[in-house]
């Protein structure tokens, strides 16, 4: 699409507890994010509408946002009223109509009240009547079917918005939403692969919006699923910003113009275009060929290296670094690494390979020979180990896995947690092999985590930061670049249990100047492939510079 007009239906901003210091909340902030993420309009409610007095923080979010009434539409909280801390129904909507407010959020977790017609039927029957658009989050709802399905039928005439539900509850979202004919879903933590796709074949686009989780999660990363859509232009305009138009009843705001300062890659994605800069994941699993799943909670639709490859083309990226989901988080290794096997040699040029290798399954034997095949003879440039075996990644079990890795210049991809030593295992094993370059996955998940990395990457230069993660923190892709500089960062995908268009977006819509956008999402991972010495083995041409 052409620069199409984004409106949010997920935005924040005010003072709230547990803030990290890095995290944004200010009202000017919000203003400023939505100016870079080419946002035209959001629906806002304030932070402090669950933590103080509702009523009370309703009208200071209209008064607040007084001035930006063109871009800014409040979402009030709303409640039952029986316990006589809130007005009552008719009351309620007086004032909001009154104060132009047209959207209310309904939380009944945080505010302790059942979820049945008793305690809810007197402000449905006023919201009803008026066909009020209502949010809340599956959290809200207790991440529960029968709460889920008698809300939204307690509100029957409203356009409900279930907010914040996440990819691992794609089974729950769907048996809802078919269930509820009025229930909608906004995607900002929802970045399932080709979920909008999906939801909209399913349900028609009318029932999913555009929201961004602003201002703790990026804004360019929902704009990812627009910038690179799949479907018809129409619906996805739909799904953009017209949709919440249609449920607000006012007229759609217009498309904010590119700034004349915009880069090459944000022209590129604001157009629909494939970027034409070198884009390199280094961060992918893969499924067997025709599968859509991988088990538990996973739904991975169309989830095989020929679909992965394709959606890649469509964003630009031009080769991906694979590793298999069945040999990691299945702890199949055999399987997984001889899957590796084919997708790379059906597709050398677009996919580079990644092995995996488990102590409590292989001996170091085993291991061994992995090295030999998968990386002597094959040239796969990346080792993956994963948490499910509880073994830290330091443990000397691994050490034919490190010492083989170290000896050739390899990269190592490590998923942290506390099962299998934390960032203590990367600080061990970047001191003890200095020639290993280790990536340590989902940087950007936290600004707790972020700080760790940084922590350990400023005593190692063999320490960067891959950032991939469905939290897409705000402004801590230029953050990570402050601290251990942008020839340290890299972009990765984690698809297909994401989708990767929020990913690769999260990094281009970013405040900095191209030429560190460039080493982010190609440059710096080119540059760690082409440090590995496996002789008889050539990286795809794009890499190596042939083309």
Same mark, same amino acid.
């Given at each position: 699409?052409?620069?199409?007009?984004?409106?949010?239906?997920?935005?924040?901003?005010?003072?709230?507890?547990?803030?990290?210091?890095?995290?944004?909340?200010?009202?000017?902030?919000?203003?400023?994010?939505?100016?870079?993420?080419?946002?035209?309009?959001?629906?806002?409610?304030?932070?402090?509408?669950?933590?103080?007095?509702?009523?009370?923080?309703?009208?200071?979010?209209?008064?607040?946002?007084?001035?930006?009434?063109?871009?800014?539409?409040?979402?009030?909280?709303?409640?039952?009223?029986?316990?006589?801390?809130?007005?009552?129904?008719?009351?309620?909507?007086?004032?909001?109509?009154?104060?132009?407010?047209?959207?209310?959020?309904?939380?009944?977790?945080?505010?302790?009240?059942?979820?049945?017609?008793?305690?809810?039927?007197?402000?449905?029957?006023?919201?009803?009547?008026?066909?009020?658009?209502?949010?809340?989050?599956?959290?809200?709802?207790?991440?529960?079917?029968?709460?889920?399905?008698?809300?939204?039928?307690?509100?029957?005439?409203?356009?409900?918005?279930?907010?914040?539900?996440?990819?691992?509850?794609?089974?729950?979202?769907?048996?809802?939403?078919?269930?509820?004919?009025?229930?909608?879903?906004?995607?900002?933590?929802?970045?399932?692969?080709?979920?909008?796709?999906?939801?909209?074949?399913?349900?028609?686009?009318?029932?999913?919006?555009?929201?961004?989780?602003?201002?703790?999660?990026?804004?360019?990363?929902?704009?990812?699923?627009?910038?690179?859509?799949?479907?018809?232009?129409?619906?996805?305009?739909? *799904?953009? %910003? @017209?949709?919440?138009?249609?449920?607000? +009843? !006012? #007229?759609?705001?217009? &498309?904010?113009?590119? =700034?004349?300062?915009?880069?090459?890659?944000?022209?590129?994605?604001?157009?629909?275009?494939?970027?034409?800069?070198?884009?390199?994941?280094?961060?992918?699993?893969?499924?067997?060929?025709?599968?859509?799943?991988?088990?538990?909670?996973?739904?991975?639709?169309?989830?095989?290296?020929?679909?992965?490859?394709?959606?890649?083309?469509?964003?630009?990226?031009?080769?991906?670094?694979?590793?298999?989901?069945?040999?990691?988080?299945?702890?199949?290794?055999?399987?997984?690494?001889?899957?590796?096997?084919?997708?790379?040699?059906?597709?050398?040029?677009?996919?580079?390979?990644?092995?995996?290798?488990?102590?409590?399954?292989?001996?170091?034997?085993?291991?061994?020979?992995?090295?030999?095949?998968?990386?002597?003879?094959?040239? *796969?440039? %990346? @080792?993956?180990?994963?948490?499910?075996? +509880? !073994? #830290?990644?330091?443990? &000397?079990?691994?050490? =034919?896995?490190?010492?083989?890795?170290?000896?050739?210049?390899?990269?190592?991809?490590?998923?942290?947690?506390?099962?299998?030593?934390?960032?203590?295992?990367?600080?061990?094993?970047?001191?003890?092999?200095?020639?290993?370059?280790?990536?340590?996955?989902?940087?950007?998940?936290?600004?707790?985590?972020?700080?760790?990395?940084?922590?350990?990457?400023?005593?190692?230069?063999?320490?960067?930061?891959?950032?991939?993660?469905?939290?897409?923190?705000?402004?801590?892709?230029?953050?990570?670049?402050?601290?251990?500089?942008?020839?340290?960062?890299?972009?990765?995908?984690?698809?297909?249990?994401?989708?990767?268009?929020?990913?690769?977006?999260?990094?281009?819509?970013?405040?900095?100047?191209?030429?560190?956008?460039?080493?982010?999402?190609? %440059?710096?991972?080119?540059?760690?492939?082409?440090?590995?010495?496996?002789?008889?083995?050539?990286?795809?041409?794009?890499?190596?510079?042939?083309?």
């Amino acid at each position: 699409m052409n620069n199409p007009m984004l409106f949010d239906c997920w935005a924040c901003y005010g003072p709230g507890p547990a803030k990290d210091p890095s995290q944004r909340w200010t009202l000017e902030q919000l203003l400023e994010d939505l100016d870079l993420y080419g946002i035209s309009a959001a629906l806002v409610r304030h932070e402090q509408g669950l933590n103080y007095d509702p009523m009370h923080i309703n009208r200071r979010l209209v008064a607040e946002t007084a001035e930006h009434r063109d871009r800014l539409f409040p979402c009030w909280n709303a409640m039952p009223h029986q316990p006589g801390d809130f007005p009552e129904p008719d009351a309620f909507c007086a004032a909001m109509d009154q104060a132009d407010v047209r959207a209310v959020l309904i939380t009944p977790n945080t505010h302790g009240y059942p979820i049945h017609s008793d305690v809810l039927a007197p402000l449905a029957a006023a919201l009803n009547s008026r066909r009020t658009l209502v949010l809340t989050t599956l959290a809200e709802l207790g991440a529960d079917y029968r709460n889920a399905t008698t809300f939204c039928r307690t509100f029957a005439d409203c356009s409900v918005i279930i907010a914040e539900a996440t990819w691992g509850q794609w089974r729950l979202a769907v048996s809802i939403l078919d269930a509820c004919p009025n229930a909608c879903l906004e995607l900002s933590a929802f970045q399932a692969n080709r979920a909008p796709e999906f939801l909209m074949a399913r349900y028609g686009p009318e029932r999913v919006l555009l929201g961004t989780g602003l201002p703790r999660r990026s804004g360019a990363a929902a704009r990812g699923f627009v910038d690179w859509a799949l479907g018809d232009p129409a619906d996805v305009a739909k *799904f953009a %910003g @017209l949709n919440l138009a249609r449920c607000l +009843n !006012v #007229p759609p705001p217009k &498309p904010l113009a590119l =700034p004349e300062e915009s880069d090459q890659m944000v022209v590129e994605a604001r157009n629909g275009k494939p970027l034409s800069a070198l884009v390199l994941d280094a961060h992918c699993h893969v499924l067997d060929d025709g599968l859509d799943g991988a088990g538990g909670r996973y739904v991975m639709l169309k989830g095989d290296s020929l679909n992965i490859v394709a959606l890649a083309e469509r964003m630009g990226v031009d080769v991906t670094a694979m590793m298999s989901w069945s040999g990691t988080v299945s702890m199949d290794v055999v399987a997984g690494n001889a899957l590796l096997e084919q997708v790379v040699d059906r597709s050398p040029q677009q996919i580079i390979g990644l092995s995996s290798a488990d102590p409590t399954h292989q001996t170091e034997s085993d291991i061994r020979n992995v090295c030999e095949r998968l990386h002597g003879q094959l040239g *796969f440039r %990346g @080792l993956k180990p994963y948490t499910r075996n +509880n !073994v #830290p990644y330091n443990d &000397p079990r691994y050490a =034919p896995y490190w010492e083989y890795a170290n000896a050739h210049r390899l990269y190592g991809l490590l998923h942290t947690a506390a099962n299998v030593g934390g960032m203590k295992a990367v600080h061990d094993l970047a001191e003890r092999y200095p020639d290993v370059t280790f990536l340590v996955a989902h940087s950007g998940g936290s600004w707790a985590l972020a700080r760790q990395v940084v922590d350990v990457a400023s005593q190692f230069p063999n320490v960067m930061a891959e950032l991939t993660y469905t939290g897409a923190v705000n402004r801590v892709v230029e953050w990570f670049c402050e601290q251990i500089g942008p020839d340290r960062v890299l972009f990765g995908t984690d698809a297909p249990m994401r989708d990767p268009r929020p990913q690769l977006a999260w990094c281009v819509h970013t405040a900095l100047p191209e030429s560190q956008k460039q080493l982010i999402v190609g %440059g710096n991972f080119a540059r760690i492939l082409r440090q590995g010495v496996l002789p008889p083995h050539k990286l795809p041409d794009v890499i190596t510079g042939q083309l």
